[in-house]
């Protein structure tokens, strides 16, 4: 199984400032069809994850521009540009490259 | 919009067997592959399942496998979750997602499983 790694677990952030919020993978997570199937949720208290991003860098439907993804193979980043009050909740990066599907641990957010 | 109902989830004994529902609106739900997520209480997202569109494939966690039964009715734009010999571990939100981009667009709000005596 690919296994997921997030770094900080926790991560303390004064609003209106940057957060960035890192994801290994044990091994790569390019496809045979040529795609990263990497993607960043979120989770806010008491609610269904959301998604953020999709294959390494592709914002969902509706989600600001100040949320964005990078990086490649087995190391990838999420990053607010600005952290706002609503951002709260804890962020999880997922693989769907390969079955079984894995998740990170979980990296929880918070305002200092 | 896209919605996602999940029901059938309760209190249920050690060994005993419940069937999770989700119903789907909003979308085509025959043209697309769906996931189940579980969440323990205060832990984080484990992916239990998921069946392509017209059933041809199944996948399991290995957690689960034998023991649980992904299965979807296109007719009825509803995915199910068979699950038995529940132990005490199964505990969690069960939560449907559309699958999409190798992850999930659209979640439910979840249903919560408890195997407790």
């Known amino acids: 199984d690919i296994v997921m790694t997030q770094t900080p677990l926790s991560s303390p952030v004064t609003l209106g400032q940057p957060a960035s919020i890192s994801c290994r993978s044990s091994?790569?997570?390019?496809?045979?069809?040529?795609?990263?199937?990497l993607s960043w949720l979120q989770q806010r208290p008491g609610q269904p994850p959301r998604l953020l991003i999709y294959?390494?860098?592709n914002r969902f439907s509706g989600v600001p521009d100040r949320f964005s993804g990078s990086g490649a193979g087995t190391d990838f980043t999420l990053k607010i540009s600005r952290v706002e009050a609503e951002d709260v909740g804890v962020y999880y990066c997922?693989?769907?490259?390969?079955?079984?599907?894995?998740f990170g641990q979980g990296t929880k957010l918070e305002i200092k | 919009e896209v919605q996602l109902v999940e029901s059938g989830g309760g209190l249920v004994k050690p060994g005993g067997s419940l069937r999770l529902s989700c119903a789907a609106s909003?979308?085509?739900?025959?043209?697309?592959?769906m996931n189940w997520v579980r969440q323990a209480p205060g832990k984080g997202l484990e992916w239990v399942s998921s069946?392509?569109?017209?059933?041809?494939?199944?996948y399991y966690a290995d957690s689960v496998k034998g023991r649980f039964t992904i299965s979807r009715d296109n007719a009825k734009n509803s995915l199910y979750l068979q699950m038995t010999s529940l132990r005490a571990e199964d505990t969690a939100v069960y939560f449907c997602?559309?699958?999409?981009?190798?992850?999930?667009?659209?979640w439910g709000q979840g249903t919560l499983v408890t195997v407790s005596s």
């Open positions: 997602g559309r699958a999409m981009y190798g992850s999930g667009d659209y």
């Open positions: 909003g979308f085509t739900f025959s043209s697309y592959s």
């Open positions: 069946i392509t569109s017209s059933s041809s494939y199944r």
């Open positions: 091994q790569s997570l390019v496809h045979s069809d040529g795609n990263t199937y």
């Open positions: 294959k390494i860098s």
């Open positions: 997922m693989q769907g490259t390969q079955f079984p599907y894995t």
